[in-house]
């Protein structure tokens, strides 16, 4: 019995322990268990992170590879992700020399237009990452890119003291005249004044000065069209220039060189403008004429189009200015063909030039064209 019951004791003793050790080992199992659910877990996020990472870095490849072509060929949607805009409002900017604008941000995009020297852009906010290309907007409403060194500060709206001195600061209508909320015919009126009306000049001009900005005795303000006031002011150089010539005066035209120079008895040039004869199938025509007549403008609404300050030399041929659309603004498209034979057959000239001859010219002067 001893025996038997030493046995049974330790068989107890030896269950008891298992129990023991086995409630001891289950909250161990129980942790590994947890341990390999959370590595399982985590391997299979870091998995699914790495096939979208790789989904994505080849929809990126396909992007850039279907972009992926010559620069001349691409589109503004090829480079707009690339540009950065600038923050405040659009500004405006003069061109500092003839510029080519173009349909993106380099010189191997193509060109759309080229624009004359001094000619007003309105800067959009855009450039390249760089800030050496900008994007510009024409006021006719083309859109295009240009190499912002050739941009400088637009002086025309913010300087209201550019009055040169010596120049009047008042001016007289020289016929009823419509004064405007803007230099452009395309503008509201704002008042009409009769003929002789002293007004005085803001200083404000646009960027080729044909429409200045004025103000009556009423207190009213507006834009009218320059060549139809009348300034206190003299033009003291071509009054020195005159002065010292020899008259009578001539004016010779080349048509290979296309310049007018303009000579006095002796033969001496006192004047040489850069001219536009006329282009082919409109040719000027070439001999000795006379001058006869002078206005400070016309319109042809047949051609859509007129200029300020016109002399005749023969029947309908003119000098006078680069000619301007129906809002009366100068055509800068036409400006920049200046040097080249561009018109329908008159000579045009700058409308500084064409005022020259307009001013100085009495009719009766000789005109020679060959």
């Not at 193509?110 to 007003?120: H, Q, S």
Request: hydrophobic share 35%.
């Amino acid at each position: 019995m001893k025996n038997t019951d030493y046995i049974e004791h330790e068989n107890f003793r030896t269950i008891q322990h298992t129990k023991r050790r086995r409630a001891r080992r289950i909250p161990r199992v129980l942790a590994a268990m947890a341990c390999i659910l959370l590595l399982a877990l985590l391997c299979g996020m870091h998995a699914a992170a790495q096939d979208t990472y790789k989904n994505r870095s080849q929809a990126s490849d396909n992007e850039i590879s279907s972009q992926d072509i010559h620069p001349t060929l691409l589109t503004e949607s090829s480079w707009s992700n690339k540009m950065t805009t600038s923050t405040g409002d659009l500004s405006e900017a003069v061109t500092t020399d003839k510029l080519n604008i173009r349909s993106g941000p380099g010189t191997q995009y193509r060109v759309i237009c080229t624009v004359p020297c001094n000619t007003k852009l309105i800067l959009t906010g855009k450039s390249n990452t760089g800030g050496t290309w900008v994007q510009v907007k024409m006021f006719e409403g083309k859109v295009g890119w240009c190499c912002r060194q050739y941009l400088s500060a637009d002086a025309s709206e913010s300087d209201e003291t550019a009055i040169p001195e010596g120049v009047s600061s008042a001016a007289v209508a020289i016929s009823k005249l419509n004064l405007r909320s803007g230099p452009s015919t395309k503008y509201a009126i704002v008042c009409t004044v009769p003929s002789h009306t002293r007004l005085t000049l803001t200083g404000k001009s646009n960027t080729d000065g044909t429409w200045v900005q004025v103000e009556a005795l009423n207190g009213k303000s507006g834009w009218c069209c320059q060549p139809y006031l009348q300034s206190d002011a003299l033009d003291t150089a071509a009054t020195n220039e005159l002065t010292q010539a020899a008259y009578p005066l001539s004016i010779k035209v080349s048509l290979d060189d296309q310049k007018v120079t303009v000579l006095d008895a002796k033969g001496l040039a006192i004047k040489t403008f850069t001219c536009s004869s006329g282009q082919a199938g409109s040719e000027t025509p070439t001999g000795t004429f006379s001058v006869l007549g002078r206005g400070i403008s016309f319109y042809n609404s047949g051609l859509g189009e007129g200029a300020y300050y016109w002399t005749r030399f023969y029947g309908d041929y003119l000098f006078h200015s680069i000619p301007f659309d129906q809002h009366y603004e100068i055509e800068q498209n036409e400006a920049v063909k200046l040097g080249t034979p561009a018109s329908h057959g008159c000579i045009r000239l700058s409308i500084d030039d064409a005022k020259w001859i307009y001013d100085h010219i009495s009719d009766g002067t000789k005109v020679v064209i060959q």
